[in-house]
């Protein structure tokens, strides 16, 4: 089992960058690690993940080309670094772990492990 703690959020103009780091608890190498977020009224939508490697990266659409993923598994961490930030990406960041074998799958339900969000607001 393993605890996941987000920080790194809070507002930001549009245009801006911010970083997001997720902290475990245990072995983040045994995970295929994931960024979601929340808005208000919207379901929970995938945002980037990354292999337990590294070696391979997915992002929605949405995010392509403006944010990056990466990992640090000898310090059990997961970053989202996020650029060109856009009012639309207002919303709570959630990381998230998958102790499946497989690959990187964008559904929420796959993902076994959840931190407890952390709030990014991008104002216009």
């Known amino acids: 089992q393993v605890q996941l703690v987000e920080s790194g959020g809070g507002l930001v103009q549009a245009g801006g960058s911010m970083r997001l780091s997720c902290a475990a608890s245990?072995?983040?190498?045994?995970?295929?690690m994931g960024w979601f977020r929340q808005a208000p009224g919207n379901e929970r939508e995938f945002v980037a993940g990354i292999s337990r490697s590294g070696g391979s990266k997915y992002y929605s659409d949405s995010v392509k080309g403006r944010f990056t993923i990466s990992r640090d598994n000898a310090k059990n961490t997961v970053s989202l670094q996020m650029n060109i930030l856009k009012p639309e990406d207002t919303a709570v960041y959630y990381c998230?772990?998958?102790?499946?074998?497989?690959?990187?799958?964008?559904?929420?339900?796959?993902?076994?492990?959840w931190g407890q969000g952390t709030q990014v607001t991008v104002s216009s």
């Open positions: 245990g072995r983040t190498s045994s995970y295929i």
């Open positions: 998230a772990a998958d102790a499946t074998n497989g690959p990187i799958v964008s559904i929420a339900g796959r993902y076994d492990y």
